[in-house]
């Protein structure tokens, strides 16, 4: 069986692992590989790797650190295919969608190409006599990362592109269910001309995610994952003295007024709840059709606009998606469809026991589509995570405003009007992190900056843009004097002013 091992100062772990954890084709449902779990002792050579590396790293000037990622976006480009079949192979996802998700990481590596600019500090001239006052941004030492499995090129590359390209070591946990692309983008950054100990790849689970959050060594820790454990990573972080961002889970809304281009809001819908098998943290699960008649128009639109959608595996070019990640989490899907016919909404499309000829071991799950769910059931306050969308009737506006408002997450939501007033006001009001205006998947581009709110993120700094470089980086502030020989005649024992 293939192991797949860690990536530990430009080379593999090299230790047989104790204890490994299986990695499944989800179009086959076969093991594949297996992943090493990797305990303390392993991350403290990681560690020892990033201390011996850092330093130097740090003051390699940005303009330099910037041509890496240069380099390693051409690489990645080159190699695209590749990458695509490998974190299709793993995760399941559609070769298409496996390239955009690698896309929007490179885009974060775009972003870092301007690391020169981005770093200037602020400068005071003359803020007292003979004073001059600037600050510098200056990086933390090593960061960690604990990402999720679905995105498993984009979120590791939101991360560890802006926290190296502000001088800092970075050491990745990824997903052990799709651990194998991590490691490609190590061999990547390496072929970039990153040196040795910068990017690290530390495989494992609970163990090894605590390991990092007690680290003493390690100085800020990223998180993407379910909010359970977003909250537990996040206050043992802070409890360990640590910088720690952690985002979680969700179930962002779509409010649909009555004056929506229908056809264009079932299309993008079809995407959005569909696209990835649902397993997308902005995907849209909840669709909010505004008044009776805008429900039933909507409705009748979309039960045939599931009919046609086509699962498949995920190198199928046809396919709209693939399998969910593991026969768990098929279970755990389908538990939840069975929860929310159960707790009184309609059951409209059943995607239970669904089979595709020739892969019937693989992990699919038709789509599923329910009506008349209401806020009080137990299947609207969680997250799903897979292909199923619920429609949730509100009777007008405020209603609508007021569901993803009061929802337990508020990573994304949507609104689909013509009225530029009420979308302007929807905007405004709503209690969510990320808002899309006639854009069902609104993930704002690298150069702004990734968070949602409530349940959906624990910890005040969102993922790149200028909140990732505020969040990689601390902030030293030179007070200057170079007085010209005069006495100042000032007291010394006086909190000195600039007055
Ligand atoms: P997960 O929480 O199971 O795993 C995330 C990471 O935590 C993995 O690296 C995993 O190894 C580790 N982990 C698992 N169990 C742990 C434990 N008990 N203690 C410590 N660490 C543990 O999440 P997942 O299933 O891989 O990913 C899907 C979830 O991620 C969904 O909830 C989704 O909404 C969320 N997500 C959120 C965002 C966002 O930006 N808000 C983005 C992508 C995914």
Partial sequence: MRLIDHFIAGGTGGVAPARKSPVYDPNSGVVQAEVALGDAALLDRAVAAAQAAQPAWAATNPQRRARVMFNFKALVETHMDEL?????????????????????GLEVVEFCCGIPHVLKGEYTQGAGPGIDVYSMRQPLGIGAGITPFNFPAMIPLWMSA?????????????????????????????????PDGIFQVVHGDKEMVDAILDHPAIGAVSFVGSSDIA??????????????????????????????????????????????????????????????DTAERLRAKLIPAIAALRVGVSTDAEAHYGPVVTAE???????????????????????????LQGHESGFFVGPTLFDH????????????????????????????????????????????????????EFAARVNVGMVGINVPIPVP????????????????????????????TKVKTVTARWPDGSPDGGNAFVIPTMG
């Fill in 84 to 104: 695509a079949a490998l974190l299709s192979s793993e995760h399941g996802k559609v070769i298409a969608d496996s390239k955009g998700d690698i896309q929007r």
């Fill in 162 to 194: 802006v926290a190296m390209a502000t001088g800092n070591a970075f050491i990745l946990k990824p997903s052990e269910r799709d651990p194998s692309v991590p490691m490609r983008l190590a061999e990547l950054w390496l072929e970039a001309g990153l």
């Fill in 231 to 292: 909250h537990y990573v996040y206050n043992r972080g802070v409890a360990a003295g640590k910088r720690v961002q952690a985002m979680g889970g969700a179930k962002n809304h779509g409010i649909v007024m009555p004056d929506a281009d229908l056809d264009q809001v079932v299309n993008d819908l079809a995407g959005a709840a569909f696209g990835s098998a649902g397993e997308r943290c902005m995907a849209l699960p909840v669709v909010v059709p505004v008044g009776e």
């Fill in 329 to 355: 989490h098929k279970a755990k899907v389908e538990g939840w469809i069975a929860k929310c016919a159960a707790e009184g909404a309609e059951l409209v499309v059943d995607g239970r026991g669904f089979t």
């Fill in 373 to 424: 769910v209401t806020p009080e059931m137990d299947s609207y306050h969680n997250e799903i995570f897979g292909p199923v969308l619920q429609i949730v009737r509100a009777k007008d506006f405020e209603e609508a405003v007021a569901l993803p408002s009061k929802h337990q997450y508020g990573n994304g939501v949507a609104i689909f009007t013509r009225n530029g007033h009420a979308a302007r």
């Fill in 445 to 472: 581009v690298a150069y702004h900056t990734f968070g949602g709110w409530k349940r959906s993120a624990f910890g005040d700094t969102n993922q790149h843009g200028m909140e990732g470089i505020k969040f990689w």
